[in-house]
């Protein structure tokens, strides 16, 4: 699939001009420099433009056409699409822009030819792109100023001038791409498509991509997994904040959806998250340049003191280890090195040290089986031969089978050594904080491609017992349910805590010796979501006239905080001590669907925000890894010989809530709050529950 | 000929909708029905004369041919309060028993209309009870029940009307769902231990007190941008979005038949309303957004509208303007014929009044 579209014999530029500084003409140029197809210009004012014999229409061409570039304004469009369709074209690349991301007409324009596009199973690329690009077949359809060289690494962004930034960047740098592809509006054509074809297309080791959202999030993670266990993805997300997300959405018309779901749906598939450009472009280098580190061992190499400590400093804190030496690698680093060097970790060469010396630590630290990978940093002393040590770089780094990331640090006088590098496609890292990032990032890559993705098992449950809940919930009109439904973690195999409900005072009573003190009372409407903020909690009431008291003051401050609040009674709960309290949650992410959260709780949860989130289903190692990344994870794993929480109860209850917001659609937002966690082997309780419908 | 007047001690209780929903039912059974609304409160202008507002309506919904200086003869103008205050005599009394006559001729039944509160019109002599008086029918009173006060309104409405004989009944109206049993057990028993029968219980609906998104654009003046075709969408809330955008989505989405009042430039509130597919998208402060937010609206069928007014003030109106509506739109006539057929006892009214014999 998608073939042609990257390697057509016959190409139409629609909207060709004769006049140079106009886009209709940058395209044909960058056509013609590449080989291997035909070009013809379409436009039907001219008869030839440089040289080509140029045609009024695409139904005119006598060859068959296998991709056409359109650069007419945006209102002529939607007819070029219709020719392009009749003429059987089954490819476009629209370049041209004033489409949605410009006026309510454009929107209308966009969905027009994206109607045509589909009209006649037209694949399109854009509106409002630059072009797409592929050294392997020299095509270049696209405005941009040069063509990019050839490489390894396949690049997508949805904005235009970050594709033309790299390019120019990557043409000082001498970074070559396979495949370079701007995504415009995307009104076809997406990520999802272009990341299955990157995964097959056999010239791409690394895929780069800028991304202001994901078309289509589910399947987005479901391309994402099987891409990411071949060739590495790493993808910058722009629109992480408030206001840049508000920039997205006012921009492209799209809800860009939260960074929480973002970050975990990247996670999950094993996608690399790059936090600026300047990062992707780092860490696609690394990818295209090295091979990947067993393990997270680093060794660093360096002849200045200073930058040593730093680099260890940047190591230590981002979770690479500093590793031990063999004796036998200490041994064979003396016999060379100088008396005053340093021969732990980090290796001191010294300032005056020459490539020799370098050369020589390099080999014994490679050989070294506590060393995965090495970060070699080069300052330059009035002796520092820098061009020389650069070759001496080269020459290793090049037979090399673990990676070697540089820093050649300065400005002026490691310029030689720089381009040296570059010349032979080895990235030369700015600061050793950029160099330690990058290695970090391709250790990762080393543990999410062995990572294997089971689906969750399914757990049996009374999916009946709980459609019915919710059909009657939306029979009778309600949207937000809450104590009254427990009944729906039960059909699901949660434990709840011992409860009923009582409509007034005297059934209240009644229903409190039944349980047996001391109580829990608490408030039932669908209207109060914080039920402690306005006393609809009333703790251990223990006998009847605590029940009393408990029952008057709660009606009258729930009148006087939410007058208008319907008040269906009260629910009485056994008193529950001895556990901690943890709140696993769901929302509906715009992109991704059910979001699920899992958080310490209590009442420093809100100020702490300490949670982690998985994007539903998950499985048990995907809930494991979920309970465990929260920074109060020791307090639930047990501090100072407490007993551990039943960690597994949690797993098995994350389980079932992530089936259950799978089987329900309906449900857009659901929170067990609190859950109390009783200590290991004694389970959990759901104490209280929120959840809200959806109507349609 | 039978007939019977419906009074309420507030403004806003169900007067008119009462009237429309009974005049409707009786129609149906075959009764010739005339209405009217004596005195007019609520006044516009119809082709050049004065008219009271919902008198206007009603006559066009039930379909009457009667002149609307019959159906309303007296219209609370300037000059009428003014000369009232003067005691300039205006014969009133001769104008509304003449228009009571005419509307009668012909018809079985005639549903008159209080102006506002029962005591409205006492200044002229004309307030509910006296006007029943005077041309000899019964009241019917209407209440909203939102709390227990309630049933204090209601005793104090029987001392305005002072001759209880003329009280024929009550109906209780928009009482929420958490509070329908306590009226059924406690407070209907209560009236009807106090002489007062109780006709009808009838639930509250958000979709009568809901208002057209043509409405809102004509209330606020507003500028339509995208959705011309769903003008007629019914909006039940308002809801504001000046939260992050994570917050506004779960908000919106609880309660999907809203509006949804923000800045032009709150482009990701915008965008979570249209995800949340909300009824209608008010932007406030003359800022226009941008092309492709209105292309997603107007893909996801949501109509957007702009006003010049900043969020505060165009809460303000919407507050007025939802819960305040009229009844235009045929939906709404259909529902309230519903919910007079299944909460109040029509036979018994019919009875009461006289009819059917």
Same mark, same amino acid.
């Given at each position: 699939m998608l073939d042609k579209l990257f390697d057509p014999d016959v190409i139409a530029v629609i909207g060709a001009s004769r006049t140079e500084g106009k886009v209709g003409h940058a395209v044909l140029k960058n056509l013609l420099q590449g080989a291997g197809h035909k070009v013809i210009p379409i436009n039907p004012n001219v008869t030839e433009i440089l040289g080509l014999?140029?045609?009024?229409?695409?139904?005119?061409?006598?060859?068959?056409?296998?991709?056409?570039?359109?650069?007419?304004?945006?209102?002529?469009?939607?007819?070029?699409?219709?020719?392009?369709?009749?003429?059987?074209?089954s490819y476009v690349v629209v370049i041209s822009a004033g489409f949605k991301e410009a006026s309510l007409e454009g929107a209308r324009l966009e969905r027009e030819i994206t109607a045509i596009a589909g009209k006649y199973g037209i694949r399109m690329v854009g509106p409002n792109c630059l072009g797409i690009i592929d050294t392997s077949s020299s095509l270049n359809a696209s405005f941009a100023a040069s063509m990019a060289f050839p490489g390894n690494i396949a690049m997508m962004s949805q904005s235009g001038a970050i594709c033309t930034v790299t390019l120019d960047w990557a043409d000082r740098t001498g970074v070559g791409f396979s495949k370079f592809i701007s995504l415009g509006n995307k009104a076809d054509l997406?990520?999802?498509?272009?990341?299955?074809?990157?995964?097959?297309?056999?010239?791409?080791?690394?895929?780069?991509?800028?991304?202001?959202?994901?078309?289509?999030?589910?399947?987005?993670?479901?391309?994402?997994?099987n891409v990411t266990r071949e060739k590495p993805v790493i993808i910058v997300k722009s629109g992480r904040t408030a206001v840049g997300s508000r920039?997205?959405?006012?921009?492209?018309?799209?809800?860009?959806?939260?960074?929480?779901a973002y970050t975990a749906a990247f996670r999950q598939s094993g996608v690399i998250r790059a936090d600026s450009l300047e990062e992707m472009l780092d860490y696609s280098r690394a990818f295209s340049t090295y091979p990947l580190p067993r393990g997270k061992k680093v060794a660093i190499l360096t002849n200045a003191g200073g930058l040593g400590i730093l680099t260890a400093d940047a190591c230590h804190s981002i979770g690479l280890s500093i590793t031990s030496f063999e004796e036998e690698t200490i041994t064979k680093l003396r016999q060379k090195l100088p008396e005053a060097a340093g021969l732990y970790n980090p290796v001191d060469v010294l300032g005056d040290a020459g490539p020799q010396l370098y050369e020589h630590a390099l080999e014994v630290l490679l050989a070294d089986p506590n060393v995965d990978g090495i970060i070699v940093l080069v300052s330059p002393q009035a002796m520092t031969d820098v061009p020389a040590i650069a070759k001496s770089l080269i020459k290793i780094i090049k037979t090399s089978d673990k990676p /070697?990331?540089?820093?050649? =640090?300065? $400005?002026? #006088?490691?310029?030689?050594? @720089?381009?040296?590098?570059?010349?032979h496609s080895i990235p030369n890292y700015p600061s050793s904080e950029r160099a330690v990032a990058s290695l970090k990032a391709l250790c990762d890559y080393s543990s999410i491609k062995v990572k294997e993705h089971t689906a969750p098992v399914t757990i049996p449950v009374n999916r009946e017992a709980a459609q019915k809940i /919710?059909?009657?919930?939306? =029979?009778? $009109?309600? #949207?937000?349910?809450?104590? @009254?439904?427990?009944?729906?973690?039960?059909?699901?195999?949660?434990?709840?805590?011992?409860?009923?409900?009582?409509?007034?005072?005297?059934?209240?009573?009644?229903?409190?010796?039944?349980?047996?003190?001391?109580?829990?009372?608490?408030?039932?409407?669908?209207?109060?979501?914080?039920?402690?903020?306005?006393?609809g909690i009333k703790l251990n009431l223990r006998n009847a006239e605590d029940v009393e008291r408990a029952y008057l003051t709660m009606m009258s401050d729930v009148k006087h905080y939410m007058p208008n609040a319907h008040i269906t009674g009260v629910q009485v709960q056994q008193m529950v001590t001895g556990g901690k309290e943890v709140i696993i949650g769901m929302d509906r992410d715009p992109q991704f669907g059910p979001l699920l959260m899992f958080g310490l709780g209590g009442v420093y949860v809100e100020f702490l925000k300490d949670v982690s989130f998985a994007v539903a289903p998950i499985n048990d190692k995907e809930a494991q890894h979920m309970i465990a990344s929260i920074k109060t994870y020791p307090l639930i794993a047990g501090v100072r010989g407490e007993t551990p929480s039943d960690i597994k109860a949690m797993i098995d209850t994350l389980l079932k809530v992530s089936q259950l917001v799978m089987d329900f659609p309906f449900l857009t937002e659901f929170e067990i709050n609190p859950l109390m966690v009783m200590p290991e082997g004694k389970g959990c309780l759901a104490m209280d529950v929120r959840m809200t419908l959806r109507k349609e | 000929m039978a007939s019977m007047l419906v009074s309420s001690s507030e403004q806003y209780s169900g007067k008119s909708s009462l009237c429309l929903g009974l005049g409707v039912l009786l129609k149906e059974r075959g009764y010739k029905v005339g209405y009217m609304k004596p005195i007019g409160n609520l006044l516009i202008d119809v082709n050049g004369s004065l008219a009271d507002e919902d008198a206007q309506g009603i006559r066009k919904l039930l379909g009457l041919q009667d002149d609307m200086s019959s159906i309303t003869p007296i219209l609370l103008t300037e000059n009428l309060t003014d000369d009232a205050l003067m005691g300039v005599e205006k014969g009133l009394d001769s104008r509304l028993k003449e228009a009571y006559e005419k509307v009668s001729k012909?018809?079985?039944?005639?549903?008159?209309?209080?102006?506002?509160?029962?005591?409205?019109?006492?200044?002229?002599?004309?307030?509910?009870?006296?006007?029943?008086?005077?041309?000899?029918?019964?009241?019917?009173l209407i209440t909203r029940y939102d709390s227990a006060q309630a049933v204090d309104r209601i005793l104090c409405d029987l001392r305005i009307i002072q001759n209880t004989e003329i009280l024929a009944g009550m109906i209780l109206n928009e009482v929420s769902p958490d509070k329908l049993e306590q009226v059924s057990h406690l407070v209907v028993p209560f009236l009807e231990k106090k002489g007062i029968k109780v006709f009808g219980v009838i639930p509250e609906d958000h979709m009568l007190r809901s208002v057209s998104v043509a409405e809102i654009v004509e209330d606020?003046?507003?500028?339509?941008?995208?959705?011309?075709?769903?003008?007629?969408?019914?909006?039940?809330?308002?809801?504001?979005?000046?939260?992050?955008?994570?917050?506004?989505?779960?908000?919106?989405?609880?309660?999907?038949?809203?509006?949804?009042?923000?800045?032009?430039?709150?482009?990701?509130?915008?965008?979570?309303?249209?995800?949340?597919k909300v009824k209608c998208l008010v932007l406030t402060g003359n800022l226009r957004p941008s092309g492709a937010v209105l292309g997603s609206a107007e893909e996801a069928n949501i109509p957007v509208i702009l006003v010049r007014g900043d969020t505060m003030s165009t809460i303000e109106k919407m507050e007025n303007l939802i819960g305040h509506a009229r009844i235009k739109q045929e939906v709404k006539i259909k529902r309230i014929v519903e919910l007079i057929k299944e909460y109040v006892d029509v036979d018994g009214l019919i009875t009461e009044m006289g009819l059917g014999k």
């Open positions: 014999k140029c045609y009024a229409d695409v139904l005119d061409v006598p060859e068959k056409i296998d991709l056409a570039v359109i650069v007419v304004p945006a209102a002529a469009v939607p007819s070029a699409m219709e020719k392009c369709g009749q003429a059987h074209i997406a990520e999802n498509d272009f990341l299955e074809l990157f995964r097959k297309d056999d010239s791409t080791a690394v895929i780069a991509a800028y991304l202001e959202g994901v078309k289509d999030g589910p399947r987005f993670m479901d391309v994402a997994r920039a997205v959405s006012s921009h492209t018309g799209t809800l860009a959806g939260s960074d929480a /070697i990331l540089c820093n050649l =640090a300065g $400005g002026t #006088r490691i310029a030689a050594g @720089e381009e040296l590098l570059n010349k /919710i059909d009657d919930a939306i =029979a009778s $009109g309600r #949207r937000t349910l809450g104590l @009254e439904s427990m009944g729906l973690l039960k059909a699901y195999g949660i434990p709840v805590v011992r409860s009923r409900m009582a409509g007034n005072l005297p059934e209240a009573i009644a229903v409190c010796e039944e349980i047996g003190y001391p109580v829990v009372m608490k408030i039932i409407s669908p209207d109060i979501s914080h039920k402690t903020d306005v006393g | 012909g018809r079985d039944v005639v549903l008159l209309e209080g102006a506002g509160g029962i005591g409205g019109g006492a200044m002229y002599n004309l307030s509910d009870p006296e006007v029943a008086t005077k041309l000899d029918t019964k009241i019917l606020l003046n507003a500028e339509v941008l995208v959705g011309a075709s769903h003008m007629e969408d019914l909006v039940e809330h308002y809801l504001v979005g000046a939260m992050e955008v994570g917050s506004a989505i779960k908000y919106f989405r609880r309660m999907p038949n809203a509006a949804v009042i923000t800045g032009g430039d709150r482009s990701d509130i915008q965008m979570a309303a249209i995800e949340a």
